[in-house]
């Protein structure tokens, strides 16, 4: 079994609707979590980092931490095209440990 | 503002061939690493430094060799490629303390070996 789970799609949305993007891990002791969208022929960048448990906002978009479940969610509001990419939850446990990534979940947004 | 630069971008080597990816970055990072991406497996690490002169073991180090000479730099070697290793690399730079949630990426490194 995987450490970090997240349904690679690919995920099909109109442009304005909310996109949730979801994953789950299977390690309690992770800490430190973060979004990345990926452009196709891209690199990854970083998109939200959160620290343990909790919500954060950053304009359209929201991370969300459950720690108790092991589960974190990103939320695109008002979602547009050039939204459209990969999106891939990462973790890790402190600060300076290596990053545990998920599969990623390939997000389009149509026009 | 160059931030990590990888080349070459595209790669075809044929099976027991060796090369190098090349990997610079100019932000004065401690830690740089190399990740594979590959389709239902997301992006696995291979070698990671923490400093001039310092390397160890990812996930998914053999075939794979590291060196890290400078700040700046942090080649990829393989030894003798595989079609297993037909995958897009990526190499990434961090400071070491609590800033270094912040990850950089390069742009990436299609290899095909046939």
């Known amino acids: 079994q995987k450490e970090v789970e997240q349904d690679p799609g690919p995920l099909s949305v109109p442009e304005g609707a909310i996109v949730s993007l979801n994953c789950t891990y299977s390690n309690s002791a992770f800490q430190y979590f973060m979004w990345y969208r990926q452009y196709s022929r891209k690199g990854p960048e970083l998109l939200m980092y959160?620290?343990?448990?909790g919500n954060k906002e950053d304009g359209r978009f929201t991370a969300q931490v459950d720690k108790s479940s092991k589960y974190i969610s990103l939320f695109i509001r008002d979602s547009q095209p050039s939204d459209s990419a990969t999106y891939l939850c990462a973790m890790k446990v402190t600060s300076g440990s290596r990053l545990t990534f998920g599969e990623g979940t390939q997000l389009t947004v149509n026009p | 503002n160059a931030g990590v630069t990888q080349t070459p971008k595209f790669q075809v080597l044929k099976t027991g061939q060796s090369m190098t990816l090349q990997c610079a970055q100019d932000m004065n990072h401690e830690y740089m690493s190399w990740y594979r991406q590959d389709p239902g497996m997301g992006l696995r690490l291979i070698h990671y430094s923490v400093g001039a002169g310092i390397t160890d073991q990812g996930e998914v180090p053999n075939g794979y060799n590291v060196s890290r000479s400078t700040t700046e730099d942090f080649p990829l070697r393989l030894l003798s490629a595989a079609p297993s290793q037909t995958s897009v690399y990526f190499c990434?730079?961090?400071?070491?303390?609590?800033?270094?949630?912040?990850?950089?990426f390069g742009e990436g490194s299609w290899l095909t070996v046939v």
């Open positions: 959160t620290y343990s448990s």
């Open positions: 990434a730079s961090s400071h070491r303390d609590p800033s270094g949630n912040t990850i950089y």
